[in-house]
């Protein structure tokens, strides 16, 4: 624990466990959309602007920022129009953001390890001034996602619905993508854009194996989230591994752990009581997996 | 007193070209229960959404409450019923979270929910017989009991008009007694019904007037027909001779 003395490392720690709240908080809407994988695809763009960032010598992290933010809107934007053509619009978006990124990375002076750190997260990179950015947008996501749960709930559940409910369903979609690249963005410090859809989506698949609602399932991947971030960025630390790969191989390990228990208590109970309860299992594993 | 809750006149709605409703018009006065009775893909559905504003309108109008349709705010005054739950429930979500749904008309985005909203959602479970499942999660609830979250999460913004499409389509008989009682309950509280049908069973003494949908036009309004031997009204009869009118697609939304 001695590592946490030092500066860098406390403040990559606070980092991590506001994105750790954060990112499952937001992605329990889009895995309910059944979008998980939208996360990585904004990644890829923010990558391009934090090659921008870096060539122009601004802070990365607010290029970033910017960058998946367009990004995530023309995603949406493709979406709601949607039909196949946005399939291979989104292709287009996300090979093009990583190769851009990638382009724009090397025409810069950084060295080929910044361009690592980006995508699979480096402690030693968070910055005073990141970490503020991290913790005013990751508090700002937080609330925001507690606070319209009820109507961002409904959007995601059944949008004719909210439609028909008078709800600003645009705008409210919009707002989740917005979300999705600001979290993506101050996420990319700890666990990189390669991997933070991983902490969106896996505290999401493992707290619903054993949760019957959606409030319950939200706050469970919180603190599964906030969990896997705070342990992921101390193995990193002890180890001296990479961050991301900590972090999110600490989250695939509960959601395996928890995997197991949920389907030994089943086979339990079903043992005890012959006659089956429930009329349909929900297909709980194919969010992640598909 | 006839105040128009529901007004369509000279409505056309169109998907790719090609026609799925052609001139229909159709009004719905304050405590009515009408039923939009029709073949699979005679258009009736459509119908439905076309007031909702779900699919756009080719040619004439909708107004709803005297309003134009496009213009439209007071969502709160109705309750929408569909055919099944949406497709989006990747996380679970428990039987009064759904119907808790029902309330944001009424609310709004920002206002948090308070102890009026809960004891809507707690008489609206009642009123389909759901009370002592508002923590059990949908997924696990049969088709019919389903279909009855669906009705309740309407009646919890407590509506003035309830539309409701296909509301007793693959439902038990359990489920269709205890809609058809929720429904009672609604008129007699002066509420107003369009509901879609392709048949009526247990709700047949409720409804006071019938709309029969064929190919896009209405061929009878008026009095409810009679099921069988009837065979003047050709949309009406239990049979599936249009099925192919419409992209399937359509109906599983």
């Not at chain 1, 990558?47 to 960058?67: D, F, I, Q």
């Not at chain 1, 913790?135 to 004719?160: K, N, Q, S, W, Y």
Request: with cysteine; hydrophobic share 50%; charged share 15%.
């Amino acid at each position: 624990m001695d590592l946490f003395q030092y500066d860098f490392m406390l403040r990559a720690l606070v980092g991590a466990l506001v994105i750790g709240l954060a990112a499952p908080a937001l992605g329990i809407y889009l895995v309910q959309r059944r979008l998980a994988l939208i996360g990585d695809g904004i990644g890829h763009v923010a990558l391009t602007g934090v090659g921008a960032g870096l060539l122009l010598n601004r802070s990365p992290v607010l290029v970033a920022v910017v960058a998946a933010t367009l990004g995530a809107i023309v995603i949406e934007l493709v979406r709601s129009r949607g039909r196949t053509s946005g399939d291979l619009a989104l292709a287009l978006l996300f090979y093009g953001g990583i190769a851009g990124g990638v382009m724009l990375v090397g025409l810069s002076d950084a060295s080929s390890g910044s361009l690592n750190a980006y995508l699979f997260g480096s402690l030693t990179t968070t910055s005073p001034a990141d970490l503020v950015t991290i913790l005013v947008l990751g508090v700002a996501i937080l609330v925001t996602m507690l606070v319209l749960r009820p109507a961002l709930f409904a959007v995601c559940h059944d949008e004719e619905y909210a439609r028909v409910s008078g709800l600003p369903v645009r705008a409210l979609n919009l707002l989740l993508a917005v979300g999705t690249a600001v979290t993506v963005t101050i996420a990319m410090r700890a666990v990189g854009v390669l991997l933070i859809s991983a902490l969106m989506v896996v505290p999401v698949a493992t707290a619903q194996q054993v949760t019957r609602g959606f409030r319950a399932t939200m706050g469970a991947a919180m603190a599964l989230g906030l969990f896997a971030a705070g342990a992921g960025v101390w193995v990193a630390a002890t180890a001296d591994t990479a961050p991301g790969a900590s972090v999110v191989l600490l989250a695939i390990g509960s959601f395996l752990v928890v995997a197991l228990l949920a389907a030994g208590r089943r086979a339990l109970r079903r043992r005890t009581r012959p006659v089956a309860v429930p009329v349909a299992e929900p297909p709980e594993h194919e969010v992640v997996l598909r | 007193m006839t105040e128009p809750v529901i007004q369509v006149s000279h409505a056309a709605v169109g998907y790719d070209g090609r026609a799925v409703l052609r001139d229909v018009s159709l009004t719905v006065t304050a405590g009515e229960v009408v039923a939009v009775l029709g073949a699979n893909g005679s258009g009736k559905s459509t119908l439905i959404r076309a007031v909702l504003g779900l699919v756009p309108l080719g040619a004439g109008s909708v107004a709803l409450f005297g309003t134009p349709q496009r213009r439209f705010r007071q969502w709160h005054r109705i309750g929408y019923v569909p055919q099944r739950l949406g497709a989006g429930s990747g996380v679970p979500a428990t039987v009064g979270e759904v119907v808790a749904s029902g309330r944001l008309a009424r609310r709004g985005v920002l206002r948090p929910s308070g102890r009026a909203d809960r004891e809507a959602v707690a008489e609206a479970l009642r009123a389909v017989g759901l009370a002592d499942r508002a923590g059990d999660p949908v997924a696990t609830l049969s088709g019919g009991q389903q279909q009855r979250t669906l009705i309740a999460r309407a009646l919890a913004g407590r509506p003035e008009v309830l539309l409701l499409d296909e509301p007793t389509a693959g439902v038990d008989a359990a489920s269709q007694e205890a809609f058809a009682h929720a429904l009672r309950a609604f008129r007699d509280g002066g509420g107003t019904v369009l509901l879609v049908a392709h048949e009526l069973g247990p709700l047949r003494p409720l409804i006071s007037r019938a709309v029969v949908v064929h190919q896009g036009g209405i061929c009878h309004d008026g009095a409810v027909p009679e099921p069988a031997g009837h065979h003047a009204e050709p949309g009406h009869d239990h049979v599936h001779p249009h099925c192919d009118e419409e992209p399937a697609g359509l109906w599983s939304m």
